[in-house]
């Protein structure tokens, strides 16, 4: 075997090892899918830490295509409000934990969804920061 050949699969078999490296490191996505009756809803976003970035897709129906509605950033219990369409179905996805719910003005529960998580980041915790949505009276 010459001397070419030889360093031109050690090249490749490097090339390889290291696409293998990168392709192995993971990447945490978290996906909160919503339905918007045809009244059309407000969606908001919290987020629960520093730096966290989100996309919302618009899906269409059977979730074989989605395109990008929005995208942006949240720092933690900073809150962002889209106004979306109604009779279609929304898609967020996230690269760290946020709460998220949408707001309609009808009264039905199943008008409403709700991802609320607690100040320690789990969805099950003792301290939780609910947004009011209705005025306060005493």
Not at 2 to 20: F, N, Q, V
Not at 80 to 92: E, M, P, Q, T, V
Not at 93 to 121: F, H, P
Request: some cysteine; proline content about 3%.
């Amino acid at each position: 075997m010459s001397l070419a050949r030889i360093t031109c699969l050690a090249t490749i078999s490097i090339l390889a090892i290291g696409m293998l490296t990168v392709a192995a490191q993971p990447s945490t996505v978290y996906m909160y899918p919503f339905y918007v009756p045809s009244r059309g809803a407000w969606l908001f976003i919290v987020g629960i830490e520093d730096g966290t970035q989100y996309r919302i897709y618009n899906v269409s129906y059977g979730g074989m295509e989605k395109s990008v509605f929005v995208e942006g950033s949240v720092k933690a219990m900073e809150t962002k409000w889209y106004w979306l369409k109604g009779d279609a179905h929304y898609l967020i996805e996230s690269s760290k934990k946020v709460s998220a719910g949408i707001i309609t003005s009808s009264q039905k529960a199943e008008d409403t969804a709700l991802y609320a998580t607690s100040v320690e980041g789990g969805y099950v915790g003792t301290d939780f920061v609910f947004l009011c949505t209705r005025p306060i009276t005493q």
